[in-house]
């Protein structure tokens, strides 16, 4: 089969379309026939092999993939050939056929176009599972989220919307503000950090923000902590500035705030049936249109390279998708 293999970890422009063999049918598993895969900042990570999960190479990446089911393991219930399907993966999206657990799969209904469904499981699944689990943002509340137009940040402005947050979106550029005012923001800032602390005194009378979503770690983080109101919460998701920020503890004491951490890939495979509950909301969402995640770009099988550099530029507003077998 055809796919976008990685054979030696390290830069994103060596990823090349090839033949690999079929994968199997794992036993506890499905395997898909791919149409859609949508593309995570993981994915440039395991390009370069900086990920903290290192397959075997040659691999191929994708992370979240939706198709139909060609075929269903004598120990995976539910499911039965030519079911249309979303799953995630820790590998192997981007390619013709895929190899899934059926506990990370999840049958689409009709009417849901499966490239869009391919741009929901890490960035939705990501978001609602950090703000029902992690922390329950309440109707009312103040979110603040960085890196507001990326692909886990404007899923964060579009579900705090739904939830009944007010939502203020960080971003660099006005293009990318512009597209988190569209998805629901009510305001929409620039994130450079030196400006973050007044700027959002000034939108909240001085209170601060009850909630942070950062999934991008740096100096945005060391300052979107002093933007807390008391008993704030600051969920951390990722790094994508590069900096693993450290926290000073007497923070957290003073204002009575609270760091927590986020891993929905952990969370989905230690509690399946809570991730399930997750997700039966998140596609009747976006049955009713209630959300509507956008896409950027559509790539070819054989683009994967520029999607992944596209991501790894900073120029994604959302989501950018693989689509191996147009509907
Ligand atoms: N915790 C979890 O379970 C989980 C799940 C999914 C993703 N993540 C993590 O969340 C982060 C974002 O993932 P994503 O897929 O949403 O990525 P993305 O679409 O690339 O969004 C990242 C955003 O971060 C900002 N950014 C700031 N400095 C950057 C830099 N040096 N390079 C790239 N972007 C930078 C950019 O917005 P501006 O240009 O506006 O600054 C960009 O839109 C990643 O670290 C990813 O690993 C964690």
């Known amino acids: 089969m055809k796919a976008a293999l990685i054979t030696t970890p390290g830069r994103i422009e060596d990823i090349a379309l090839g033949e690999i063999a079929e994968p199997a049918c794992p036993p506890d598993g499905l ?9 995570n900042f993981p994915d440039v990570l395991l390009a370069r092999g900086q990920y903290q999960e290192k397959p075997t190479p040659p691999f191929a990446p994708g992370l979240e993939l939706t198709g139909v089911v060609e075929a269903v393991g004598p120990e995976a219930g539910g499911f039965k050939r030519g079911d249309a399907v979303m799953a995630t993966t820790s590998q192997g999206g981007f390619a013709e056929l895929a190899a899934v657990k059926a506990s990370l799969a999840l049958r689409l209904p009709a009417g849901i176009p499966l490239d869009v469904a391919a741009a ?19 109707k009312g509340e103040t979110l603040l989220v960085l890196g507001a137009a990326g692909g886990v940040g404007l899923a964060a402005v579009e579900l705090g919307r739904l939830l009944g947050a007010r939502v203020i979106a960080a971003a ?22 030196a400006e973050l602390v007044q700027r959002i005194k000034s939108l909240t009378g001085g209170r601060g923000v009850d909630v942070v979503y950062d ?11 002093r933007c807390l109101a008391p008993a704030g919460r600051i969920l951390v998701i990722g790094f994508a500035g590069g900096r693993i920020p450290e926290l000073k503890t007497n923070r957290l004491l003073l204002k009575e705030c609270s760091a927590i951490g986020v891993y929905w890939g952990a969370f989905a495979r230690r509690e399946p049936e809570a991730n399930r509950a997750n997700f039966a909301r998140l596609i009747d969402w976006l049955k009713t249109g209630a959300i509507r995640p956008p896409i950027w770009q559509r790539f070819t099988l054989a683009e994967v390279p520029q999607a992944l550099a596209s991501l790894a530029e900073r120029r994604v507003i959302g989501k950018a998708v693989v689509v191996v077998r147009p509907s």
């Open 172 to 193: 660099s550029t006005e293009e990318k503000r512009k597209a988190a005012l569209m998805a629901g923001a009510h305001d929409a800032i620039d994130e450079a950090p």
């Open 215 to 225: 999934p991008v770690g740096g100096d945005l983080f060391d300052q979107a902590m």
């Open 31 to 39: 395997l898909v026939r791919v149409h859609a895969a949508g593309v």
């Open 120 to 138: 929901v499981p890490i960035t939705y699944g990501t978001t609602l599972h950090a703000f029902t689990q992690r922390t329950t943002l309440a």
